[in-house]
Structures are given as structure tokens and as C-alpha cells.
């Protein structure tokens, strides 16, 4: 086979070593020489020295779990860097070392066989640490507060049952005077605020509970946690929107798309690094992000349409972006979502819909313009006659003898 990169370097990268395998072409055949290296600081300098040395221009590991980040940062700016997918790299049964998958890394890498994952800048890199621990914190905090549904359940206290929010104003109020002492419901049903106070009988019964001392302290302690789990949310979110000043116009764009928050906004741009031309198309995308069907294909026999594996982080964003667009009124996706849904599901309608949302996305930031919405009578005007025709049918299958009129053009 052709040879590619005449010097390189293939590493296969574990917790605490690091085994290199540097190759250089002689023109008939190959110098190779075998390293190995520990996995800190100095070590990882010591890497960067002797590859340089080497003349080394490309270098190639696995991207198993994060023990490749470490690496990455010493060498980054340095020589080009491929972090490679560990499935692409399953070579020959029999004889597994780590020496010997350094080697086959190198051999694929000299002969430009491997491609390399997306890695971001630096600065997306740090974006995105912040979105996704944003994104952990708020999962947390739904945890804590299903604990203290848990709690309130077993004390007899039925809130859940009237309140929509046991971490609202009104639930929050009286679940502190619980743990301050309070028992008289009536006074308990009195914290109500606004709307909730029309649900005063409700309130009192849904109080009269068998509270524990325990139990009155569990629920401090899950209200303790929310409060600090709340604040932290916050503060993620303003160093969040802090680092993306920059881009806020872009922001905006992608806000206005149904179903996409704010907050959805700013991961959708960590996740992808906003530069969409690093993506060849909108399709090139959605198939990154694993959102679009796979294929698998044998003997002419379509096996398996399921996704494939993208970024959980994009992909969990996308479908409760999808979630949001389906209750919208009269607009696109919300209608995308009802046909789709209808006939194949809920499921794989939320996985079409945040597909749709991706590729709007991917057109907003590369036409640098806001979104227009299609309506949700687009499916219908794209081919009226059809729509026409199988509505005719079904009503004279159904015995109706059925005659067309067009209405008249409105002034």
C-alpha cells in the first residue's frame, strides 16, 4: 500500500502508561522503534521531546474513556493528531498486547487508513466541560427532588397530588414550616399563594400526614440540596453565557427555533463548535451526531435501520428539544412530530424532530439568519392534490357522496 506519513507515531494510551510506536520509511522499508512512557506531566513532556526529536509529524491514539485529554493537551499545537475510535482499530485476533496495538495503529496511521474523531479548540473544549456538568447538576437536582417525593410519600402527605411543583413557591413554603414544626393543616393550607389558594380543602387533606422526626429531617436535608444544587445551576450558567458573549447574535438564531431554549441553545453550540463548516453538509452532521437512521446493508437486504452511537450529551439535548416542539401550536415540527408519531411512534417521531432541529440549526449558523417557520400546513401544500384525493376517498369509503367547491380568495 502507498505510504502516506513517512514518519509518524501510534500510541495506545492506558491510565498509567503509554505505549509509542514511532515508524519511519526508509524507502524500502520501515524503522520502528518501540516506547514506553507514564501518564504524567513530565512523562507526557518527555513524549513530546522524543517525537520531535524523531521528526515525527502525525500522531494517532485511541479514544478510550478520557485518558486521551492528558495526552492531548501536551501535544496539541505540536504535530497533527488523530484521536481514533478504539472500534476502528480491532486488528487481527491472537497476539494482543499493547505493543502490538501501537504498532497497528502506526501501520494504519502511515497509510492514511484511520480517521480521526472531532475534536474541538481548546476554548469549545472548556465550553463544553461547563454545559455538560450544567447538564449533570440539573439531572441531580431532578433526583433530589423525586428523594423528596419519596419522603413525603411515606409520611402519608399527599402535596404531589394538588401542587404541579413540590419545589414551587407555595409547596416550598409549607414543606419548611413542616420541618419547622407546623402540624395544624389549616394553617398549613394558608401558605398557598395566588391560583393554589382555590384548592384550600384540597391542601388541608392532602397535609394531614403521619410525619416522622426522621422523615421531617430528610426533607430538610433534600431542600438543603436543591437550594445548593439551584445555585449552582446558576452560577454554571452565567460563567456559561460569560464565555459565549462572543457569539450571542448566533445564540439568538438558534433561540428561535420551537422547542429550543436558551440553555438548549448554548449546548447545541458546545456540542457541534458552532463552525459548521468543519461538517461537509447538514446530512454529514446529523450523521455525526448519530440523529439520522443507520445503515447496514448485506446481500441486498437492508438489516438494521437503528442509529448509530453520536454524542449522548447532543442527542439527549436534541430529543427534549423535540419533546418541547411537539407542544407547540400550528408551527412545522409540531406537525412533523403528530404525522410521524402517529404512524411509527413517539420515540422515533422525537428522534426525527430533533434531527430536524440539528439541520435547521446547521443552515441558521451557515446563512447566519433566524428561522422561518414552513407552517404546519406544509405536508398538506406540499402535494395538495394528493391530500385531496385521499381525503375523497376515505369519506366515500365511508358512504358520502362528496363534491369539491373552492372557497373564494378573502380580500
Not at 472548556?126 to 428523594?147: G, Q
Not at 458573549?245 to 448566533?250: A, G, N, T
Not at 453550540?269 to 446493508?297: I, K
Not at 437503528?306 to 439527549?316: A, D, E, F, M
Amino acid at each position: 500500500m502507498q505510504v502516506i506519513y513517512h514518519r509518524c507515531c501510534g500510541l495506545d494510551v492506558h491510565k498509567r502508561s503509554i505505549t509509542a510506536c514511532r515508524l519511519k520509511w526508509l524507502g524500502s522499508a520501515w524503522d520502528r522503534e518501540v516506547r514506553q512512557f507514564g501518564t504524567m506531566t513530565k512523562d507526557l513532556l518527555g513524549l513530546a521531546d522524543w517525537l520531535a526529536q524523531e521528526g515525527c509529524t502525525h500522531v494517532a491514539m485511541e479514544s478510550t474513556g478520557v485518558y486521551w485529554k492528558p495526552v492531548y493537551n501536551i501535544l496539541e499545537g505540536q504535530f497533527e493528531l488523530l484521536v481514533v475510535n478504539a472500534q476502528h482499530l480491532k486488528a487481527v485476533p491472537g497476539r494482543k498486547t499493547d505493543v502490538r496495538d501501537a504498532e497497528w495503529i502506526a501501520e494504519l496511521l502511515a497509510h492514511g487508513l484511520l480517521r480521526g474523531s472531532f475534536v474541538p479548540p481548546v476554548e469549545v473544549r472548556a465550553l463544553r466541560e461547563l454545559t455538560r456538568y450544567r447538564s449533570s447538576v440539573v439531572r441531580d437536582r431532578a433526583r433530589t427532588i423525586n428523594r423528596l417525593q419519596k419522603v413525603l410519600e411515606a409520611a402519608n402527605i399527599k402535596l404531589a397530588n394538588v401542587v404541579s411543583d413540590i419545589d414551587g413557591v407555595s409547596a416550598r413554603q409549607m414543606l419548611e414550616a413542616l420541618v419547622a414544626g407546623e402540624r395544624d393543616t389549616e394553617q398549613l393550607a394558608s401558605l398557598a399563594k395566588g391560583r393554589l389558594k382555590e384548592k384550600r380543602e384540597q391542601l388541608v387533606e392532602a397535609l394531614s400526614g403521619r410525619l416522622k422526626p426522621h422523615q421531617s429531617f430528610l426533607i430538610a436535608e433534600h431542600l438543603a440540596q436543591v437550594d445548593y444544587l439551584e445555585g449552582a445551576i446558576e452560577r454554571l450558567s452565567q460563567q456559561i453565557e460569560e464565555r459565549l458573549r462572543p457569539f450571542e447574535q448566533e445564540i439568538g438564531w438558534l433561540d428561535t427555533i420551537p422547542g429550543v431554549s436558551r440553555r438548549t441553545a448554548e449546548v447545541l453550540w458546545a456540542e457541534t463548535g458552532g463552525d459548521m463548516s468543519r461538517f461537509a453538509s447538514a446530512r454529514h452532521l446529523a450523521s455525526w451526531a448519530g440523529m439520522c437512521p443507520g445503515n447496514n446493508e448485506s446481500a441486498g437486504k437492508r438489516r438494521s435501520g437503528r442509529t448509530r452511537k453520536g454524542s449522548p450529551w447532543l442527542r439527549h439535548c436534541l430529543v427534549e428539544a423535540a419533546h418541547g416542539a411537539a407542544h407547540t401550536k400550528n408551527k412545522y415540527l409540531s406537525s412533523q412530530y403528530h404525522r410521524i408519531g402517529a404512524r411509527r411512534g413517539k420515540k422515533k417521531a422525537q428522534v426525527a424532530v430533533g434531527h430536524s432541529i440539528l439541520v435547521i440549526a446547521y443552515h441558521l449558523l451557515t446563512r447566519k439568519q433566524p428561522y422561518s417557520d414552513l407552517g404546519a400546513n406544509y405536508f398538506d401544500e406540499r402535494d395538495r392534490q394528493a391530500v385531496t384525493k385521499r381525503c375523497v376517498t376515505r369519506l366515500q369509503r365511508l358512504g358520502f357522496q362528496v363534491s369539491l367547491e373552492k372557497l373564494p380568495v378573502a380580500a
